[in-house]
């Protein structure tokens, strides 16, 4: 079932590339679908087996060297913050090296404006200046991947689909659609799947603006 998931404070410590053998810690959180709440996993520690080994699939020449802030505000006039690697192009310009975990409308390898904010203390997101043709959509996975387990199953058949992923860890993963991979087969897949899911980049809204 498809979901809006909510956005929580989190920085991201590691690059797409650096998370080779290392799972990110994640808060808490809840889905903001009344129909399918249950709470966010916790977080496991970095682990050696093989979901670590398969995170990080895809590397850029270019080590990152740059985090850059997005905010995301929310509707009692809060917001909350994620922070992603990216390599400094110059200009106030970065190209992400991660798949974003809250954010929305960016995904890996997106080119972004994002000046210097003092107040953030980090490059701060503006605007996407290009898009990399890779999309994101995420994923739940109740109960959380372990070898052999459905939910493995269902990973391992979307790498089949061609997608790669990020995981903040074994209950909650930001899936990457390269540009040969066809979004509506992914859904489908998903959907028949009856797994917890959202469109990230893009959004539900701006796939289909008359239902939003």
């Keep these: 079932m498809e979901c809006q ?3 929580a404070q989190v920085r991201s410590n590691t690059s797409r590339s650096q998370r080779k053998g290392q ?11 009344a129909n399918d709440a ?6 496991d520690p970095p682990t050696a087996g093989r979901l670590s080994q398969t995170l990080g699939l895809m590397t850029q020449p270019t080590s990152p060297d740059s985090k850059v802030l997005f905010r995301m505000p ?3 006039g809060s917001a909350h913050v994620e922070t992603l690697w990216a390599t400094a192009l110059g200009n106030d310009e970065y190209k992400l090296d991660n798949s974003p975990f809250y954010a929305y409308s960016v ?3 997106d080119i972004v404006y994002a000046p210097f904010d003092k107040t953030e203390g980090f490059p701060t997101f503006v605007h996407v200046v290009k898009k990399s043709g890779h999309r994101t959509i995420r994923v739940i996975f109740d109960p959380p991947v372990q070898e052999g387990n459905e939910s493995d199953v269902v990973l391992q058949g979307l790498v089949s689909l061609g997608c790669t ?8 993963m930001a899936i990457d659609l ?6 509506e087969i992914v859904r489908r897949y998903l959907i028949d799947h009856k797994v917890q899911w959202e469109h990230a980049d893009p959004t539900y809204a701006e796939l289909f603006p008359d239902e939003a």
């Design 5 to 7: 998931f909510p956005t």
């Design 23 to 33: 799972l990110a810690r994640l808060v808490t959180e809840r889905p903001r679908s």
């Design 38 to 43: 249950q709470p966010f996993l916790q977080a």
């Design 74 to 76: 929310e509707d009692d």
């Design 107 to 109: 995904s890996w390898e």
């Design 165 to 172: 992923y990020e995981g903040a860890n074994r209950g909650y």
């Design 178 to 183: 390269a540009q040969g991979v066809q979004l």
